[in-house]
């Protein structure tokens, strides 16, 4: 079993930044995959970007790219997500998400965090 909680999550200004963590409680954190997704309202869950159990390979969405970095810090069992240049279109709930394989579907993460909220007003 892994545990996930999420932080960092609130309202900032377009064009603003916020950095979000996700804890983990598995010992074996350094063997998942690790992703991060968010779901505005009215939207199905979408992916933004996953990192490698050693965090040497990454990939982000289209829409984020360049402005998201995803890292991971397994001596601390801890995942961030650097988010900058926030626009309107990034409010959502973003949540972590554990896995064995490596992918942008949601279905195929084995563990969920709660959520946090992002709000990016314009």
């Known amino acids: 079993q892994v545990q996930l909680v999420e932080s960092g999550g609130g309202l900032v200004q377009a064009g603003g930044s916020l950095k979000l963590s996700c804890a983990a409680s598995?010992?074996?954190?350094?063997?998942?995959?690790m992703g991060w997704f968010r779901q505005a309202p009215g939207k199905e869950r979408e992916f933004v970007a996953y990192?490698?159990?050693?965090?040497?390979?990454?990939r982000a969405a289209n829409s984020v790219k360049g402005r998201f970095t995803i890292s991971r810090d397994n001596a601390k069992n801890m995942m961030y997500l650097q988010m900058n240049s926030l626009k309107p279109e990034d409010t959502a709930v973003y949540y972590c998400?554990?896995?064995?394989?490596?992918?942008?579907?949601?279905?195929?993460?084995?563990?969920w965090g709660q959520g946090t909220q992002v709000t990016a007003s314009s």
């Open positions: 998400a554990a896995g064995r394989r490596l992918t942008v579907t949601a279905d195929e993460y084995d563990y």
């Open positions: 598995a010992r074996t954190f350094n063997s998942y995959t």
């Open positions: 990192i490698t159990p050693s965090g040497e390979y990454t």
